[in-house]
C-alpha cells in the first residue's frame, strides 16, 4: 500500500492498489523485489497498550496503514531502548499482518543469536500464541541489519525466538518487517506445503504445537537409505590421522569411505585428535573431492546430553560448478551455504537430517557462531550414492524474489549486475542455478543453488531474442532478452524477466475496470455515516449539517438532488471539486444514508483500517435499511461492484495530535470482473472505499476527502510514500498535499483531457501550440522521444502545460506564494503499466468463462532503488536545479520560480540532472528544443501561453 503523513493533522493516508508493479519500482526502499509496506515494528509501538501477565508481555505495534497488530513475547521485556528477549524467550504477532517476505533485525548485543520461523492458524485472529501452530526453521547471529527470508513460506504471523544457548539476554534495537498484505491469510486447509518442500529448514519446534503437513522428513531419508546404490560413511570414523597438516587456522586431512575412496578435507578452526574433530563458533570443514550426490547427515558428540541443545551443526550443502571435476584444490573453490539452521548433536544419534532438497556432492558442515564453546562431534555419517560423483547444473534462473523484472521496452541497467550490498541481503543480481536432481516435488527454483556469489560467476554479452549482442548502455530489454552467463565451466543464456508492457488503454478504468468506476459522466457515491457505541451522541444533525455542506449534491433514496455546497465558502465541496477539475465531465452525487450504529468503541477504530468483513456488515446493512433503492445506479459499469463507497466516522479522538486514518483502499485486491466476490448489478458487493474521519472534514474542509475520493479513480499519491524527502511534484496538487488541482497527467488518465501530441518533425522543423490554463482548459501537449509515436497516456514522453491560480487552485495558491502565478509548467511523465491477462467466470452466466487484458497501477511516484531515479510525474524545475528530488533538499514546493516564461528554452540536455544519462527513462534522446514565445492573457483575459517545439 502506499502511506503518507500529514504531521500537520496526522494524517494517515492509504491509496488504492490492485496489483503492485514489482517490475516498475523495487517495491520498498531497499532494492529487492520482496512486495508491500515495510512495518518499524519499534517506532510505532503503542505504549499505552504494553502490559505484562505473568510470563507474558503483551503490546500492539499500529501499522502505517493504521492497522493495530498485536505482539506477545514470553520472556521478553520492551522498553523504548528495545525488545530485551532472555536465552529461550519468544516473541509472536498474534494478528494476520499478510505474507512475510522478511524481517531485519539489527541488534546492540554481542554474540547472540536469534531463530525464526513460520506460523499459521486455523481462525481469523488468536489470543494469545498457544493458538498458532509454528515451527522455529533457520537461525542467524543477530548483528547491524541482519534480514531473516520468510519468502519460502508465506508466513503471515512473525515468530522469533532468542536461541536458548545465548549468553545473555539479546536486546533488540530495530525490528522491520516487510509483507504483502494484498494476499489474504492462508488456513490449514489450503496450505500447499508439505514437509518434504520444507526438507531443508530442519524444523525445529517451538514449545507450542507444530503443524506437519503430509509426509515425514525423517521416513523419506530412511526410505532413501535402504535404495540400492546408497552408502553410508562415518567420516570421523574414517579419518587417516597421518595426513593431518594444520597451516595456521587451516586443517587439511583425509578421511576413507567405506567403500574404500579416500576424501580429502579442509577445515577452519577445528582440531583433530583420537576423539573427534573440535568444533568451535567460526569452524567450516569442507571436502575437496566429491563423494557423489549426498542425501542426509547424521551426527553425534560424546556426552551429549551434558551439552543440552547447546551444541550443534549446521549442515549444508557443497557443489564445484564444473561438468568435468570432482575435486578442487581449496574448499574456496567450493560454492558452500548452511541449510538446516542450528541442528543439535545430542538428539542426531542414529537420526538422520535430510538434504535431499539440494543432493550436493560435496561434504559441508560447520559450528554456529553464537554459541561461544567448543566441542568435540564424537561421529558423523553421511548418506551418498558414490556412483554420481558430479550433480550437472542444468538451467540458469533471474530469482525475482530479490531483483525485479523489467518492463518490455525499459532501458537496460547495467549497475544491477553486481550485488547492491551483500551484507543486508539487498541484491540488485540475484543468480540461482538449478542443479540436475531426481525429486519430483522441486519445481521452478525449488531446487536451485540460492545465490551464487558473484566470486563464482561472471557476466557476459546483453543479447537480443535473435542473439545479436547489444550494447548494454543504451539497450532496451524486450521479451526474449539474455544475458550470457558463465558459472565456472557452465555457460547459461539467462533469460532476462521481461514483462509485457499495457499499451492501448485510454484510461484508469481501461486499465482495471472492475477497481476504478469510470470518471467521465455521473458517478454516484453511497456515504455512510458510522456513529461508535461510545460516541453516539456525535450522531447529530449538526454533523449531519457538516457532512452534507462537504459533499454538496445530496442524493436521496428515490434519485432527487439536493446541492447543498456554500458558494461563499472558500472552500469546495466534493462535488464542486470535481465538477470544476473536469470542466464539467464528472457530476460526484452521494447518496448520504441513516447513521450507521457500531458495536464498537471507537477507540477500537480509531487507527484500525476496515477489514472486508466490516464494510461487508455496514453494505449488508444499507441494503436492508434501503430494500427499494435502485443499486445498478451504483454499479453504473454493471461490473457487480458498487462504484464508489466513503465511510465517515464521527469519532472524536482522546487527544488531538493522536493519529486518526484517512485513506481509499480496496478490500478485495484480487477479485476481478464476475468473480467469486463480485455480486450483480441489481445487487453488488463492495470492492473500493475511502474511509475518513470526520475531524478533517471540521478542520480542513473536504480537501482530505476530495484526495482520498481521487484515489477511486486509479489516481495514485504524488509525494514520496517511502518518506526519503523528496516531492517529485513539488507539493502543490491535490494527490500531494491536499492542495489544488490535479495535475495533467492524471486528468489525461481519467479522460479529461485530450493531448496534442508532437510527432514526425523532420531535425530543423517547428511547430506551435497556443494552450490555456490546464485549471480552465483541456490543452495540455505531450511530446514522446523524437522518432518515437506516441502510445497513448500510459506511455513516456515530456508533458507541457500552463498554471495559473484559477479554477480549483484558486483557494489555495496563496499558502505556496503561487497567487497570481501564470506560467508554463514542463514535466517528465512516464506512466508505462504492466499488462496483466485474466481468466474470469461470468456471474450472471454460469460456465462461460472470458479473458480479459487489465493494467496495474504504480505503487508510488518514484520507483523505488531502480539508481535511475525515475518517476510518473516529475515537475522539471526552470532554473535547471533539481531540489524537489534531491533527498535532504528544503526546497521541496512548487514555486513561480519553477515556471518557465517567455524567452525561456527547455532542452534534455540543458535539463540533464532531471533526465539519467540526459535521456529518457527508455534510454532514448528527447531530441527536441522547447521555446516559451508567449505567456499572458488574451483579449477575453484568460491565461494562455504559445509553445514553440522544433526537432534538434
Known amino acids: 500500500m502506499n502511506l503518507r503523513k500529514r504531521w500537520t493533522s496526522c494524517l494517515v ?19 529487492d523485489a520482496a512486495r508491500g509496506p515495510e512495518l518499524d515494528v519499534m517506532c510505532n509501538i503503542d505504549w499505552s497498550s504494553l502490559t505484562r501477565e505473568g ?73 494469545n500464541m498457544t493458538q498458532l501452530n509454528a515451527a522455529l526453521v533457520w537461525w542467524m547471529m543477530v548483528e547491524e541489519n541482519t534480514r531473516m527470508n520468510l519468502s519460502e513460506v ?345 514483462i509485457e508492457r499495457y499499451i492501448g488503454a485510454e484510461t484508469m478504468h481501461d486499465l482495471v475496470p472492475y477497481a476504478f468506476p469510470d470518471a467521465l459522466g455521473v458517478n454516484n457515491t453511497l456515504v455512510v455515516p458510522v456513529a461508535w457505541a461510545d460516541q453516539k451522541d456525535n450522531a447529530n444533525e449538526d454533523t449531519l449539517t457538516l457532512y452534507r455542506k462537504n459533499l454538496g449534491r445530496i442524493m436521496d433514496a428515490t434519485g432527487n438532488i439536493t ?120 445487487e453488488p458487493n463492495a470492492h473500493t472505499f475511502v474511509n475518513i474521519n470526520d475531524r478533517f472534514l471540521r478542520k480542513e474542509g473536504a480537501d482530505t476527502l476530495i484526495h482520498e475520493f481521487s484515489h477511486n479513480f486509479g489516481i495514485i499519491d504524488y509525494y514520496d510514500v517511502t518518506y526519503s524527502g523528496i516531492n517529485a511534484v513539488g507539493g502543490f496538487d491535490m494527490q500531494s498535499d491536499n492542495k489544488g488541482d490535479w495535475n495533467a497527467y492524471s486528468k489525461m488518465a481519467v479522460g479529461w483531457m485530450e493531448p496534442q501530441v508532437v510527432s514526425g518533425l523532420d531535425s530543423g522543423e517547428s511547430v506551435e501550440f497556443t494552450i490555456g490554463s490546464s485549471a480552465l482548459t483541456e490543452d495540455v501537449i505531450v511530446i514522446p522521444a523524437a522518432g518515437t509515436q506516441y502510445e497513448g497516456v500510459f506511455g513516456e514522453y515530456v508533458m507541457i502545460d500552463l498554471f495559473s491560480d484559477d479554477g480549483v487552485n484558486q483557494y489555495d495558491t496563496k499558502g505556496y506564494g503561487l497567487q497570481d502565478a501564470l506560467g508554463v509548467r514542463i514535466s517528465h511523465v512516464n506512466g508505462c503499466m504492466e499488462k496483466r491477462t485474466i481468466e474470469a467466470e461470468s456471474k450472471t452466466t454460469p460456465g462461460e468463462v472470458s479473458t480479459y487484458d487489465i493494467g496495474t497501477i504504480h505503487y508510488a511516484n518514484n520507483y523505488v532503488g531502480d539508481g535511475m531515479g525515475r518517476y510518473n510525474v516529475e515537475v522539471i524545475q526552470a532554473g535547471k536545479k533539481n531540489t524537489f528530488t534531491t533527498v535532504g533538499s528544503r526546497d521541496l514546493q512548487l514555486s513561480k520560480e519553477d515556471l518557465f516564461y517567455a524567452g525561456d528554452t527547455f532542452t534534455a540536455e540543458e535539463y540533464s540532472e532531471f533526465f539519467y544519462q540526459g535521456l529518457m527513462d527508455d534510454g532514448r534522446a528527447f531530441g527536441y528544443t522547447i521555446t516559451i514565445v508567449a505567456v499572458g492573457k488574451d483579449a477575453e483575459g484568460k491565461p494562455m501561453a504559445t509553445v514553440r517545439v522544433t526537432a534538434q
Open 563 to 682: 446541492d447543498y455546497s456554500d458558494p461563499a465558502d472558500r472552500e469546495f465541496s466534493l462535488s464542486e471539486y470535481f465538477e470544476i477539475a473536469s470542466y464539467g465531465k464528472l457530476t460526484v452525487n452521494s447518496f448520504l444514508t441513516d447513521w450507521y450504529y457500531s458495536d464498537r468503541n471507537f477507540a477500537e477504530a480509531e487507527t484500525d483500517a476496515p477489514d472486508k468483513y466490516y464494510v461487508d456488515e455496514i453494505l449488508g446493512w444499507v441494503k436492508a435499511q434501503y430494500p427499494d433503492v435502485d443499486w445498478s445506479l451504483y454499479d453504473q459499469d454493471a461490473n457487480g461492484y458498487v462504484d464508489s463507497i466513503v465511510l465517515i466516522n464521527a469519532g472524536t479522538p482522546s487527544n488531538d495530535s493522536y493519529i486518526i486514518n484517512s485513506y481509499s483502499g480496496a478490500i478485495h485486491y484480487r477479485e476481478s470482473y464476475f468473480g467469486d466476490y463480485a455480486g450483480t448489478p441489481k
Open 55 to 127: 510470563d507474558y508481555t503483551n503490546f500492539n505495534v499500529v501499522t502505517e496503514e493504521g492497522k493495530t497488530l498485536r505482539f506477545q513475547g514470553k520472556g521478553v521485556a520492551v522498553t523504548e531502548s528495545g525488545i530485551s528477549m532472555e536465552p529461550g524467550a519468544y516473541l509472536v504477532s498474534l494478528d494476520y499482518l499478510g505474507a512475510i517476505s522478511y524481517f531485519d533485525v539489527t541488534s546492540d548485543t554481542a554474540g547472540c543469536g536469534i531463530n525464526f520461523g513460520f506460523a499459521f492458524t486455523n481462525a481469523p485472529a488468536v489470543d
Open 154 to 498: 508465506q508466513s503471515g504471523f512473525l515468530v522469533m525466538q532468542a536461541e536458548p544457548g545465548n549468553a545473555q539476554p539479546l536486546n533488540i534495537t530495530s525490528l522491520k518487517i516487510r509483507y504483502d498484505d494484498t494476499v489474504e491469510q492462508v488456513f490449514y486447509k489450503d496450505l500447499a506445503y508439505d514437509s518434504q518442500e520444507m526438507d531443508f529448514f530442519a524444523l525445529y519446534p517451538t514449545n507450542w504445537e507444530v503443524r506437519h503437513t503430509e509426509g515425514d522428513p525423517h521416513e523419506a531419508i530412511m526410505a532413501k537409505l535402504e535404495e540400492p546404490g546408497i552408502i553410508q560413511s562415518d567420516i570421523i570414523a574414517g579419518i587417516d590421522h597421518s595426513t593431518i597438516a594444520v597451516d595456521g587456522t587451516t586443517t587439511f586431512f583425509s578421511s576413507v569411505m567405506s567403500d574404500g575412496t579416500v576424501v580429502r578435507f579442509e577445515g577452519e578452526n577445528i582440531s583433530i585428535d583420537e576423539s573427534g574433530i573440535t568444533i568451535r563458533p567460526d569452524s567450516a570443514v569442507t571436502s575437496l573431492d566429491a563423494v557423489g550426490k549426498i542425501y542426509g547427515y547424521c551426527g553425534y558428540i560424546a556426552n551429549g546430553d551434558s551439552y543440552g541443545q547447546d551444541a550443534t551443526l549446521d549442515y549444508g550443502y557443497g557443489y564445484t560448478y564444473s561438468a568435468e571435476k570432482n575435486s578442487v584444490e581449496r574448499a574456496a573453490q567450493v560454492h558452500t551455504y548452511d541449510i538446516s539452521g542450528d541442528y543439535p548433536l545430542n538428539w542426531n544419534e542414529g537420526l538422520w537430517h535430510s538434504v535431499m532438497a539440494f543432493e550436493p556432492n560435496f561434504v559441508y558442515f560447520s559450528g554456529n557462531t553464537y554459541y561461544q564453546q567448543e566441542f568435540v562431534v564424537s561421529g558423523l555419517s553421511i548418506a551418498y550414492n558414490p556412483a554420481e560423483k558430479t550433480t550437472p547444473m542444468v538451467d540458469a534462473a533471474w530469482n525475482l524474489d530479490f531483483t525485479s523484472a523489467y518492463l518490455e521496452g525499459e532501458r537496460y541497467n547495467q549497475a544491477k549486475e553486481a550485488l547492491a550490498d551483500e551484507s543486508k541481503g539487498s541484491f540488485d543480481f540475484y543468480l540461482c542455478l538449478l542443479p540436475d536432481t531426481p525429486y519430483s516435488y522441486l519445481t521452478d527454483n525449488g531446487g536451485s543453488v540460492y545465490f551464487v556469489p558473484n566470486t563464482f560467476y561472471t557476466v557476459g554479452d546483453l543479447r537480443d531474442a535473435a542473439g545479436n549482442v547489444l550494447d548494454k548502455s543504451n539497450a532496451r530489454v524486450e521479451a526474449g532478452t539474455t544475458l550470457d552467463i558463465t558459472v565456472g565451466d557452465y555457460a547459461f543464456k539467462l533469460e532476462v524477466p521481461v
Open 13 to 31: 493516508c492509504v491509496i488504492l492498489i490492485v496489483t503492485m508493479v514489482w517490475s516498475l519500482c523495487a517495491c520498498g526502499d531497499d532494492g
